[in-house]
């Protein structure tokens, strides 16, 4: 069963302007939730995460929001830049680090 | 280097034959995971080891998948007798324990011919 779902495959945004990702999980006792992002024929690169105790996350351009009570939570990139441009992935861990995946956002960044 | 390094980065393999990847942690990483990845989809786990221990398999991982990480240092994925639908990229990511953030390597990128 998909406990974590990215229902935007894709999302086009201007340079300079902010995107927006979101992430739905069902199963409550995930410990915490990460972001990754990757390239064509690449692993996936660690963006920022976020503890299941907190609400917000804010790491230079990159900001995480967690709604619990939603079990929804979202990735703001802002300003957007031609070099964001890439597949994101939501990510949710266990307490022993085994990560969830959803299917990812393709995000292009037109100038 | 201080990434996860993974070998080879490319396997074109006939069907029904054995092939093994290899996986090498972050050094002060105690936990190897690996995973697959297919066409459009995210990364579903295989399997996860906390230093030599295997600890968790998934139901993906048929009795044709074994994996070992002896010494509790590198680590290998083995696939007997490929099959088509084994065509992945192969992911292998480490960490450390109570740190969130896992690392992952480039992949192994597995074609069954």
């Known amino acids: 069963d998909q406990q974590v779902k990215q229902n935007s495959p894709s999302l086009s945004v201007q340079e300079g302007r902010i995107s927006i990702l979101n992430c739905d999980y069902t199963?409550?006792?995930?410990?915490?939730f990460l972001w990754y992002k990757k390239y064509p024929a690449e692993g996936p690169t660690f963006l920022i995460s976020?503890?299941?105790?907190?609400d917000k996350n804010e790491d230079g351009r990159f900001t995480v929001f967690l709604n619990k009570s939603a079990k929804h939570l979202s990735l703001h990139i802002v300003p957007s830049q031609p070099g964001d441009s890439a597949v994101y992935f939501c990510?949710?861990?266990?307490?022993?680090?085994?990560?969830?995946f959803g299917a990812g956002t393709q995000v292009v960044v037109t100038p | 280097d201080t990434g996860v390094s993974q070998n080879p980065r490319h396997k074109i393999t006939k069907r029904g034959q054995n092939v093994t990847f290899r996986c090498d942690p972050i050094?002060?990483?105690?936990?190897l995971y690996w995973y697959r990845q297919t066409l459009g989809q995210g990364p579903e786990f295989l399997t996860y080891?906390?230093?030599?221990?295997?600890?968790?398999k998934s139901r993906l991982l048929s009795d044709r998948f074994s994996a070992e990480r002896p010494k509790g240092s590198f680590s290998t994925l083995e696939i007997q007798r490929t099959e088509q639908g084994d065509s992945a990229m192969y992911l292998c990511?480490?960490?450390?324990?109570?740190?969130?953030?896992?690392?992952f390597g480039q992949g192994t990128r597995l074609t069954v011919v």
């Open positions: 990511a480490s960490s450390t324990r109570g740190n969130t953030e896992a690392f």
């Open positions: 199963n409550s006792m995930f410990d915490y």
């Open positions: 976020i503890s299941s105790i907190k």
């Open positions: 990510a949710a861990a266990d307490s022993w680090g085994k990560l969830q």
């Open positions: 050094s002060e990483h105690n936990r």
């Open positions: 080891f906390q230093n030599e221990a295997q600890l968790e």
